[in-house]
């Protein structure tokens, strides 16, 4: 269903789009942490498959986020939602 449709319905059609948008994101994390892929909440740590040996750099999170959106058909947007909220998450330990 359309979000337009929600709101035709009285429902809150931005909050349908979070919603379900957050779903998928949490959907495709865990996936990735049931292939062992971590460190996004600890840079310092190692782990086998941390995206580099010192951890989730924001510098290496900008990369993947470009790489996505270089991608012929412009990337997964919820795989760059997914690193936009590593990324956010490293800002606000600062």
Not at 8 to 20: F, I, N, Q, S
Not at 22 to 38: P, Y
Not at 72 to 79: A, R
Request: some cysteine.
């Amino acid at each position: 269903m359309r979000f337009s449709e929600y709101k035709a319905k009285g429902e809150d059609p931005l909050g349908m789009l979070v919603a379900g948008f957050s779903d998928a994101m949490t959907r495709k994390l865990g996936d990735k942490s049931c292939e062992d892929w971590q460190g996004w909440d600890d840079p310092g740590a190692e782990h086998s498959n941390n995206l580099t040996k010192d951890g989730w750099s924001v510098e290496e999170i900008r990369a993947r986020i470009r790489a996505q959106l270089d991608k012929p058909d412009g990337g997964d947007p919820v795989d760059i939602a997914n690193y936009c909220a590593f990324w956010w998450n490293l800002l606000q330990e600062d």
